[in-house]
């Protein structure tokens, strides 16, 4: 079955408590992304990828790093979380990076920052 | 600045009425449109999308018309189901090699 997959699916953590999520896909996508919703402000996207070692920053990089060592994954790494990275994050994997091709997504990190 | 927007938070239709959500965007450049739903505690689907060359795409009881000269889309949804109460997130690209730009979505909710 083609699917994006990330976990954890939930966290509850401190300030300053380096985490990760993972994420992993199936389709053999070049691109990935990951984003961020939060209420009344949509799908912001954070980083994207558009293949393996080739990242670059979208519209709210500030706090995230990534890391795109091999095709199939892409980490977003939280080196020092703070409560504003409270939020729903998403990636997702597409064969482009925009036109028509339809993103793929995974089914949400719910991320708390204490 | 907001390139999609998705001026209505949410909607309320009656089951087996047309559903009309509307999404406006300010960047002629975009080319590419589409539609995501998303349910509570999933990920965002793939719905439907049109390009710029067209003005209507219809599949089954979705249909997008675009209307660019009011850099204007629609989604219909005829007849709406209670399973189609979900976010609905417009998105619009300016090529194959350009972001995907998301609107902030509506929530439907379809009555029975």
């Known amino acids: 079955e083609a699917q994006v997959t990330q976990n954890p699916r939930y966290l509850i953590t401190v300030t300053g408590k380096k985490l990760t999520v993972t994420c992993s896909q199936n389709m053999n996508h070049e691109y990935m992304s990951w984003y961020r919703q939060d209420p009344g402000l949509g799908l912001r996207q954070i980083y994207y990828?558009?293949?393996?070692?080739?990242?670059d920053k979208g519209d709210v990089p500030e706090g995230y790093k990534v890391s795109r060592k091999e095709k199939r994954n892409f980490p977003l790494i939280l080196e020092s979380p703070s409560p504003n990275q409270t939020s729903l994050y998403f990636c997702?994997?597409?064969?482009?990076?925009?036109?028509?091709?339809?993103?793929?997504f995974g089914d949400g990190t719910r991320l708390s920052i204490l | 600045d907001q390139q999609v927007k998705q001026n209505s938070p949410s909607l309320s239709v009656q089951e087996g009425r047309i559903s009309i959500l509307n999404c406006d965007y300010t960047n002629s450049m975009f080319d590419y449109f589409l539609w995501y739903k998303k349910y509570p505690a999933e990920g965002p689907t793939f719905l439907i999308s049109i390009s710029s060359i067209k003005d209507k795409n219809e599949d089954g009881r979705f249909t997008v018309f675009l209307n660019k000269s009011a850099k204007h889309l629609s989604l219909h949804i005829v007849p709406s189901q209670p399973g189609d109460s979900a976010v609905y997130f417009c998105?619009?690209?300016?090529?194959?090699?350009?972001?995907?730009?998301f609107g902030k979505g509506i929530t439907l909710s379809v009555r029975p």
């Open positions: 997702a994997s597409s064969t482009y990076r925009g036109g028509n091709q339809p993103q793929h």
């Open positions: 998105a619009a690209s300016a090529g194959a090699n350009s972001k995907l730009t």
């Open positions: 990828s558009m293949n393996v070692e080739v990242t």
